[in-house]
């Protein structure tokens, strides 16, 4: 059993930047799983946003988010990273990272159902 926590969401203007962050309790398990992140705002329904390889060398992300977001990972640090720019009020959510439910799986899934670890969230607000 893995946990998963996030930090580093909060309340920021239109335009500005946050670096959310997931540190797993397991280093075993973190380094040989992808790790995602998604987000579900207030009436929807949960959706991915990016994820990583195991190995930190591929990634994916939404494409509706491309081109603000990057995901990185540190695995001497169990910590997965989400670094989100020029941020809109649309991007206001609840952000969760999860752990790939496959160890050392080539490819990156967007699938929520492929995650079996999930941390609590972290809010991110975005308000002028």
């Known amino acids: 059993q893995v946990q998963l926590v996030e930090s580093g969401g909060g309340l920021v203007q239109p335009g500005e930047s946050l670096r959310l962050s997931c540190a797993a309790s397991d280093r075993t398990t973190f380094s040989s799983r992808a790790m995602g992140w998604f987000r579900q705002a207030p009436g929807k329904e949960r959706e991915f946003v990016a994820a990583?390889?195991?190995?930190?060398?591929?990634?994916a992300a939404s494409d509706s988010l491309k081109g603000r977001i990057s995901i990185s990972r540190d695995n001497a640090k169990n910590t997965v990273y989400l670094q989100m720019n020029n941020l809109k009020p649309e991007d206001t959510a609840v952000y969760y990272c999860?752990?790939?439910?496959?160890?050392?799986?080539?490819?990156?899934?967007?699938?929520?159902?492929?995650?079996?670890?999930w941390g609590q969230g972290t809010q991110v607000t975005v308000s002028s």
């Open positions: 999860a752990a790939d439910q496959k160890n050392y799986r080539y490819s990156v899934s967007g699938l929520q159902h492929e995650y079996d670890y």
């Open positions: 990583i390889s195991w190995d930190g060398i591929r990634t």
